[in-house]
């Protein structure tokens, strides 16, 4: 089948994105197979991508539309910030809806986005989630930070669940930090069950952090927004951020900001880049 995406990023995270409200594509299972789905993320043989974004119609009365998030690697997970934004920006510019505030669930919960004016989108990324049980990692109790081997090593890390798991090391150069050596031993390590998004965090002050993020399923990307609001936390968590924090990624700066209460909002940009059209094989 034809399939018709638009190509969009949020800070050089790349996204696929489908509109599957006006394209037939299975709501339940994944949407595609997923061979198929890393296929098309393949840089040199596909589109490209860190993830794909797929727009379905709302399950539930109280959300305008469910959005699915998959990994390069062709794996289903339930949250993405830089994609909620691209996401909210699609809906919007497809003539799907108007609104400026849109209800969206997802495998994690249901998220509010609101779009501001100059396009820029602010998501509730909804509370942290300490319980090692929520994040998922196996550890005896919740703690400010963990200490996780693998043969002769040891890093100590922080985690938090928003919906998908995190864990951050503090580094004191984030231009030197071991993201590709590391990033993959940490993502696969034993300690988490479902794996886990790893971030390298250099506190620059109180209000402002360097962070490159390994990501679960795609490896190293320009920018990762749920790993930005995991780092801030847990930074707050130690003591180290204030509130309001400016997190510089590869791919250019987002705003987090987090008192404590109610959700984490993140603010940046969402980019389209161009539409097209690719044949795929639909999932049986
Ligand atoms: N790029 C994302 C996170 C995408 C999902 C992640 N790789 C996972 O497997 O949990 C973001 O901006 O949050």
């Known amino acids: 089948m034809n399939l018709r995406f638009t190509k969009m990023h949020g800070l050089g995270n790349d996204f696929m994105v489908i509109d599957g409200i006006n394209q037939p594509l299975p709501e339940t299972g994944l949407p595609l197979p ?95 989630r300490w319980a090692p049980a929520d994040i998922p990692m196996t550890a005896k109790a919740e703690a400010d930070s963990y200490i996780v081997v693998s043969g002769h090593q040891a890093w100590e890390v922080g985690a938090v669940g928003l919906g998908n798991p995190h864990c951050t090391l503090l580094v004191e150069n984030v231009d030197q930090a071991p993201v590709e050596t590391v990033g993959p031993l940490l993502e696969s390590h034993e300690q988490f069950p479902e794996r886990v998004n790893v971030g390298f965090m250099q506190v620059v002050s109180r209000s402002e952090i360097r962070l490159r993020v390994y990501e679960r399923g795609a490896g190293e990307t320009l920018a990762c927004g749920s790993g930005a609001c995991a780092a801030v936390v847990i930074g707050q968590r130690r003591g180290l951020l204030d509130s309001q924090v400016t997190v510089h990624l590869p791919g250019g700066p987002l705003q987090i900001s987090y008192d404590g209460e109610g959700g984490i909002r993140m603010t940046g940009p969402a980019s389209r880049v161009y539409d097209g059209s690719i044949n795929v094989t639909p999932a049986e």
């Open 34 to 128: 997923a061979a198929e789905i890393r296929r098309l993320g393949n840089r040199h043989f596909g589109v490209g991508f860190d993830q794909m974004l797929i727009v379905q119609p709302a399950q539930g009365p109280e959300a305008d539309f469910r959005y699915r998030i998959l990994n390069a690697d062709g794996s289903e997970v339930s949250q993405c910030g830089n994609g909620a934004r691209c996401f909210a920006r699609f809906v919007r510019d497809a003539g799907l809806t108007d609104k400026q505030e849109i209800v969206v669930e997802t495998a994690a919960g249901q998220m509010t986005l609101t779009v501001t004016g100059d396009e820029q989108v602010t998501v509730d990324m909804g509370a942290p």
